[in-house]
């Protein structure tokens, strides 16, 4: 079972549609949680950081931890094709920055 | 966050030779990290790049395949060495910033294919 799963799509949504991308993991010592975003030949870009569980909210994106099911969530509002890119979830325990990478998802929107 | 930029961005290179990418960044960080982004696979660290001593590898990699270099706390270089297909794969820089909690940030990343 690897570390990190998450569905790699493709996810294809119109756009102005709310968008959710899922990961779940299986050690329960992960404390932080990333969401990066990553266009076509382009470096991860950080979207949202959590520590612990929790919601998190940054405009139109919305970060969610649930630890008690080890269920992370980015839900991205109002969508618009500027947000299809591939969207890598993140994980780590505290005091380390080795952080465990889901595979990502691609995420399409259509205008 | 930093500007994190490598060289080369791209690069088609031969079979059983080397290439080295250099990751120069904005401002003075104390982490710096190397990972390997193959394709549709996750990101894997390779090492961590300590500067003035040896980088710490993980599991899988090793010195003589990834020589790594951190001379001062704003620069460090990744070799691919003797590199075959398998080696082709975007390699990224990475550094976490101590005004920035545990996040990490990337660079654009060097995009490698060995023929």
């Known amino acids: 079972q690897k570390e990190v799963e998450q569905d790699p799509g493709p996810l294809s949504v119109p756009e102005g549609a709310i968008v959710s991308l899922n990961c779940t993991y299986s050690n329960s010592a992960f404390q932080y949680f990333m969401w990066y975003r990553q266009y076509s030949r382009k470096g991860p870009e950080l979207l949202m950081y959590?520590?612990?569980?929790g919601n998190k909210e940054d405009g139109r994106f919305t970060a969610q931890v649930d630890k008690s099911s080890k269920y992370i969530s980015l839900f991205i509002r109002d969508s618009q094709p500027s947000d299809s890119a591939t969207y890598l979830c993140a994980t780590t325990t505290s005091g380390t920055y080795k952080y465990i990478f889901g595979t990502g998802t691609r995420l399409k929107v259509l205008a | 966050s930093a500007v994190i930029s490598q060289k080369p961005s791209r690069d088609i290179c031969q079979r059983g030779t080397s290439l080295t990418i250099q990751c120069q960044v904005d401002s003075q960080v104390t982490m710096m990290f190397w990972y390997r982004q193959q394709p549709g696979q996750s990101l894997t660290l390779i090492a961590t790049?300590?500067?003035?001593?040896?980088?710490?590898?993980e599991s899988g990699f090793v010195i003589d395949k990834f020589p790594i270099s951190r001379p001062n706390l704003t620069f460090s270089t990744l070799t691919v060495s003797n590199m075959s297909p398998e080696d082709s794969s975007i390699y990224l820089c990475?550094?976490?910033?101590?005004?920035?909690?545990?996040?990490?940030?990337f660079g654009e990343g060097s995009w490698l294919t060995v023929v």
């Open positions: 959590t520590y612990s569980s």
């Open positions: 790049a300590n500067q003035g001593s040896e980088a710490t590898y």
């Open positions: 990475s550094v976490a910033l101590a005004s920035s909690g545990n996040t990490i940030y």
